[in-house]
C-alpha cells in the first residue's frame, strides 16, 4: 500500500513531467491540504458521535444494570462492574452479557413474583369474602429481590395454612351439625345451606366456603344444636325418671317396658356425644312425654285405691283403739287434691302410712287403758244384766234358775268393783296424760270428762233414788238383798242405800236410761274426784256439752232401771 508521502513524490515526478508551476503545485497541495482536513474533521466527527453514542448506550446500560441490580438484589454484581477496563466497548461487552442474564433473571423473578401474589390473591378471596385485603398484594417492579418474594411466599404460606385451619375448622364444624342433626333428627342438608350452599354440594368441585361469615355461621348453628340437645336431654331423663318411678310404684310389666328401654341409657350418662342416632328426637321425647301421662293417669286412679285401702286401715286402727281420725285427710278431701294435681299422691299414700304407724304407736301405748275400759264395758254389761235379772219375777223358777243364781254371784262382785275400776282408770289416764304430754281422747272426748261425768251421773242417780225411797216413793223391784260395798262407799264418800228403787239390797246404782244433763236442777251436786291426786282438776267439767255426751235425763220413769247408767256410758265409749 503505497503511503501518502510516496504518492506526494510520484506526484512531484508527474508535475515535473508536465511542467506545472509552483504556484499551480503550492495551490493544488493546499486543495490536497484543506481536502484531507476536511476527511479528517469528518471522520473525527463520526468517531466522536460513535465514542458519544457508546458512551449514551454503556451509560443506559449501566443504569439499567443498576436498576437490575436493585431490583433483583444482584448486589454480588456491582463489584465486577467496579473492576471493569476503561474500553467503552470492552465495557459494552462486559455489561451486556450481564444485562441479557438480569433481564431473563427479572422476567423469571416476576412470573415466580406473579404466581405468588396470585394464589395469595385468590385464598385471601376465599377467606375475606369481599376481598377487602386484595389490594395490599400489588407487585413493586422496584423490589423483585428473593428477600421480598420469600416475604411474599411466607405470607402465601400462612394464608395457605390459614385456609387448611379454617377448612378443618370448617369440615369439624359439619361433622359436628351433621351428628347433632343425626341425634335429634334435624334435616342436614338444610340446616348448612342456611348457613352457606357450598357446604353441601358434593362432586362439583368446589371447595366449601371458609369465610369468617361462614365460620360464624357454623358456630352459632353448633350452638344451638348444642342448647336444643341439652334441653332435649334435661326433657328425655326428666320424662325416664318418672317412667322409672311410675314402672317401679306400678310393677309394671317388661314387655310394656321394652320401647323406652334403650332410653334408660341416658340416665347419669356423661358423655352426651355417645348417644345413638335419633335418640332425642321430638317423636321419642313425645312418646316418652305422652307414656308417662298416661302412667300419671293410671298412677292417680291406683293411688286413689291405695289411698282408699291405707285410710280404711288407718280408721279400722283408730276405731278400735277409739283414737279420733284427722278429718283433714279424708278420702273426699285426699281425691280433689289427687285430681287437682296439688299433691302427689306418693307422697300422700306416706302421709297416710306415717298416719298408721303413729296410730299402731299410740295404740300400743293406750292399750293398758283401753283395756280397762273393755272391763270396766264388761261390767257395765254385767250390772245391766244383773238389773234385767233381778227385775225378773220368775227368775227362781224358770229353766236354768240355778245357773243364772250363779252368774248373778259373779255379776254382784264385778259391779261392786265398778267404782273403784273407774278411780282406777282415771289415776292410770292421768298418769298417761302426764306421761305424754297430751290429754287422752276417747273418741275425741277426753276419757277423764267421760269417767267424771259417769261418776257424777252415777252419784246423782243414787241420791234421787235415796230420796225418793226416804220418801216412801219407791217400790220393791227385788227380792234379793245384798249389803253395799265399802269400795263404793269410798268413791262416793257416803252411805249408799242397800236397796235400789225396787227394794233390791244390791249394793249398785241403776243407770236410767238415755237422758242429758241439760236440766239439771241447782239441787243437783257439784263433782268432785275422791280417788285421784288431781280431783280439783274437772271441778270445771261439769259445764261440758250435755248435747255432745247425751247421756242422762232426770226422768223418774228410768229411775226404775238403775243399771242402764252403766248401759248409757257403754254405748256412748263403743259409738
Same mark, same amino acid.
Given at each position: 500500500?503505497?503511503?501518502?508521502?510516496?504518492?506526494?513524490?510520484e506526484l512531484e515526478e508527474l508535475w515535473k513531467e508536465m511542467g506545472e508551476s509552483r504556484e499551480d503545485k503550492d495551490r493544488i497541495l493546499l486543495e490536497l491540504?484543506?481536502?484531507?482536513?476536511?476527511?479528517?474533521?469528518?471522520?473525527?466527527?463520526?468517531?466522536?458521535?460513535?465514542?458519544?453514542?457508546?458512551?449514551?448506550?454503556?451509560?443506559?446500560?449501566?443504569?439499567?444494570?443498576?436498576?437490575?441490580?436493585?431490583?433483583?438484589?444482584?448486589?454480588?454484581?456491582?463489584?465486577?462492574? !467496579?473492576?471493569?477496563?476503561?474500553?467503552?466497548?470492552?465495557?459494552?461487552?462486559?455489561?451486556?452479557?450481564?444485562?441479557?442474564?438480569?433481564?431473563? @433473571?427479572?422476567?423469571?423473578?416476576?412470573?415466580?413474583?406473579?404466581?405468588? *401474589?396470585?394464589?395469595?390473591?385468590?385464598?385471601?378471596?376465599?377467606? !375475606?369474602?369481599?376481598?377487602?385485603?386484595?389490594?395490599n398484594f400489588r407487585l413493586d417492579e422496584h423490589d423483585l429481590s428473593l428477600r421480598k418474594l420469600n416475604e411474599f411466599q411466607e405470607q402465601l404460606q400462612a394464608i395457605q395454612k390459614e385456609k387448611s385451619d379454617r377448612l378443618c375448622k370448617v369440615l369439624e364444624y359439619v361433622n359436628e351439625v351433621h351428628s347433632l342433626c343425626?341425634?335429634?333428627?334435624?334435616?342436614?342438608?338444610?340446616?348448612?345451606?342456611?348457613?352457606?350452599?357450598?357446604?353441601?354440594?358434593?362432586?362439583?368441585? @368446589?371447595?366449601?366456603?371458609?369465610?369468617?361469615?361462614?365460620?360464624?355461621?357454623?358456630?352459632?348453628?353448633?350452638? /344451638?344444636?348444642?342448647?336444643?340437645?341439652?334441653?332435649?336431654?334435661?326433657?328425655?331423663?326428666?320424662?325416664?325418671?318418672? *317412667?322409672? @318411678?311410675?314402672? $317401679? =310404684?306400678?310393677?309394671?310389666?317388661?314387655?310394656?317396658? *321394652?320401647?323406652?328401654?334403650?332410653? /334408660?341409657?341416658?340416665?347419669?350418662?356423661?358423655?352426651?356425644?355417645?348417644?345413638?342416632?335419633?335418640?332425642?328426637?321430638?317423636?321419642?321425647?313425645?312418646?316418652?312425654?305422652?307414656?308417662?301421662?298416661?302412667?300419671?293417669?293410671?298412677?292417680?286412679?291406683?293411688?286413689?285405691?291405695?289411698?282408699?285401702?291405707? #285410710? %280404711?286401715?288407718?280408721?279400722?286402727?283408730?276405731?278400735?283403739?277409739?283414737?279420733?281420725?284427722?278429718?283433714?285427710?279424708?278420702?273426699?278431701?285426699?281425691?280433689?287434691?289427687?285430681?287437682?294435681?296439688?299433691?302427689?299422691?306418693?307422697?300422700?299414700?306416706?302421709?297416710?302410712?306415717?298416719?298408721?304407724?303413729?296410730?299402731?304407736?299410740?295404740?300400743?301405748?293406750?292399750?293398758?287403758?283401753?283395756? @280397762?275400759?273393755?272391763? +270396766? =264395758?264388761?261390767?257395765?254389761? !254385767?250390772?245391766? +244384766?244383773?238389773?234385767?235379772?233381778?227385775?225378773?219375777?220368775? #227368775?227362781?223358777?224358770?229353766?236354768?234358775?240355778?245357773?243364772?243364781?250363779?252368774?248373778?254371784?259373779?255379776?254382784?262382785?264385778?259391779?261392786?268393783?265398778?267404782?273403784?275400776?273407774?278411780?282406777?282408770?282415771?289415776?292410770?289416764?292421768?298418769?298417761?296424760?302426764?306421761?305424754?304430754?297430751?290429754?287422752?281422747?276417747?273418741?275425741?272426748?277426753?276419757?277423764?270428762?267421760?269417767? !267424771?261425768?259417769?261418776?257424777?251421773?252415777?252419784?246423782?242417780?243414787?241420791?234421787?233414788?235415796?230420796?225418793?225411797?226416804?220418801?216412801?216413793?219407791?217400790?220393791?223391784?227385788?227380792?234379793?238383798?245384798?249389803?253395799?260395798?265399802?269400795?263404793?262407799?269410798?268413791?262416793?264418800?257416803?252411805?249408799?242405800?242397800?236397796?235400789?228403787?225396787?227394794?233390791?239390797? $244390791?249394793?249398785?246404782?241403776? %243407770?236410767?236410761?238415755?237422758?242429758?244433763?241439760?236440766?239439771?236442777?241447782?239441787?243437783?251436786?257439784?263433782?268432785?274426784?275422791?280417788?285421784?291426786?288431781?280431783?280439783?282438776?274437772?271441778?270445771?267439767?261439769?259445764?261440758?256439752?250435755?248435747?255432745?255426751? %247425751?247421756?242422762?235425763? #232426770?226422768?223418774?220413769?228410768?229411775?226404775?232401771?238403775?243399771?242402764?247408767?252403766?248401759?248409757?256410758?257403754? $254405748?256412748?265409749?263403743?259409738?
Open positions: 500500500m503505497n503511503t501518502c508521502s510516496s504518492l506526494l513524490r491540504e484543506r481536502e484531507c482536513l476536511q476527511v479528517y474533521r469528518r471522520k473525527y466527527e463520526e468517531v466522536s458521535r460513535l465514542r458519544a453514542q457508546l458512551h449514551h448506550e454503556l451509560a443506559a446500560k449501566e443504569a439499567e444494570l443498576a436498576a437490575l441490580v436493585a431490583s433483583l438484589g444482584e448486589h454480588n454484581l456491582q463489584s465486577q462492574m !467496579e473492576k471493569r477496563s476503561q474500553s467503552l466497548k470492552k465495557q459494552l461487552a462486559l455489561v451486556s452479557p450481564l444485562l441479557e442474564d438480569l433481564r431473563i @433473571k427479572k422476567e423469571e423473578r416476576m412470573k415466580q413474583f406473579a404466581n405468588v *401474589l396470585s394464589e395469595m390473591k385468590k385464598l385471601s378471596a376465599e377467606i !375475606e369474602e369481599h376481598n377487602s385485603h386484595n389490594d343425626g341425634v335429634l333428627e334435624l334435616d342436614f342438608g338444610r340446616i348448612v345451606n342456611e348457613v352457606h350452599p357450598s357446604l353441601q354440594e358434593k362432586g362439583t368441585g @368446589k371447595s366449601a366456603s371458609i369465610s369468617d361469615s361462614t365460620l360464624d355461621g357454623l358456630a352459632q348453628v353448633v350452638l /344451638k344444636l348444642k342448647t336444643e340437645k341439652e334441653v332435649r336431654m334435661q326433657k328425655l331423663q326428666g320424662a325416664i325418671e318418672s *317412667l322409672l @318411678k311410675l314402672w $317401679n =310404684l306400678m310393677q309394671t310389666s317388661e314387655q310394656e317396658r *321394652l320401647p323406652f328401654k334403650r332410653l /334408660k341409657g341416658i340416665l347419669g350418662s356423661q358423655d352426651h356425644d355417645a348417644i345413638l342416632s335419633g335418640l332425642l328426637s321430638l317423636k321419642i321425647i313425645e312418646q316418652a312425654e305422652a307414656e308417662v301421662e298416661r302412667l300419671t293417669r293410671l298412677k292417680a286412679s291406683r293411688m286413689k285405691e291405695i289411698a282408699t285401702r291405707r #285410710r %280404711s286401715e288407718l280408721e279400722e286402727i283408730c276405731r278400735e283403739a277409739h283414737i279420733q281420725v284427722d278429718m283433714s285427710t279424708s278420702l273426699e278431701k285426699c281425691y280433689a287434691l289427687i285430681d287437682s294435681g296439688l299433691v302427689d299422691p306418693v307422697e300422700l299414700v306416706a302421709n297416710f302410712e306415717a298416719q298408721i304407724v303413729k296410730a299402731k304407736e299410740e295404740a300400743i301405748s293406750r292399750k293398758e287403758i283401753m283395756d @280397762k275400759i273393755n272391763r +270396766w =264395758l264388761v261390767a257395765c254389761d !254385767e250390772e245391766n +244384766w244383773l238389773e234385767a235379772y233381778n227385775q225378773d219375777g220368775n #227368775r227362781y223358777g224358770g229353766r236354768g234358775a240355778h245357773l243364772n243364781r250363779k252368774r248373778a254371784e259373779k255379776a254382784r262382785v264385778i259391779v261392786n268393783k265398778i267404782p273403784d275400776m273407774v278411780d282406777n282408770l282415771i289415776a292410770k289416764t292421768f298418769a298417761w296424760e302426764d306421761e305424754h304430754d297430751i290429754s287422752f281422747l276417747y273418741d275425741g272426748v277426753r276419757l277423764v270428762s267421760i269417767l !267424771e261425768e259417769y261418776k257424777h251421773a252415777r252419784f246423782e242417780t243414787y241420791e234421787e233414788k235415796r230420796q225418793l225411797r226416804d220418801n216412801g216413793k219407791l217400790q220393791k223391784e227385788s227380792v234379793f238383798e245384798s249389803k253395799p260395798s265399802p269400795q263404793r262407799s269410798y268413791n262416793f264418800n257416803r252411805t249408799r242405800a242397800q236397796k235400789n228403787g225396787n227394794g233390791n239390797d $244390791n249394793g249398785y246404782m241403776n %243407770s236410767p236410761s238415755r237422758q242429758n244433763f241439760g236440766d239439771r236442777t241447782k239441787e243437783q251436786l257439784v263433782l268432785h274426784s275422791y280417788s285421784s291426786p288431781k280431783k280439783n282438776y274437772f271441778k270445771e267439767m261439769i259445764g261440758l256439752s250435755t248435747t255432745k255426751l %247425751s247421756l242422762l235425763t #232426770r226422768s223418774k220413769e228410768s229411775l226404775s232401771g238403775g243399771s242402764e247408767l252403766g248401759f248409757q256410758f257403754r $254405748n256412748k265409749l263403743r259409738i
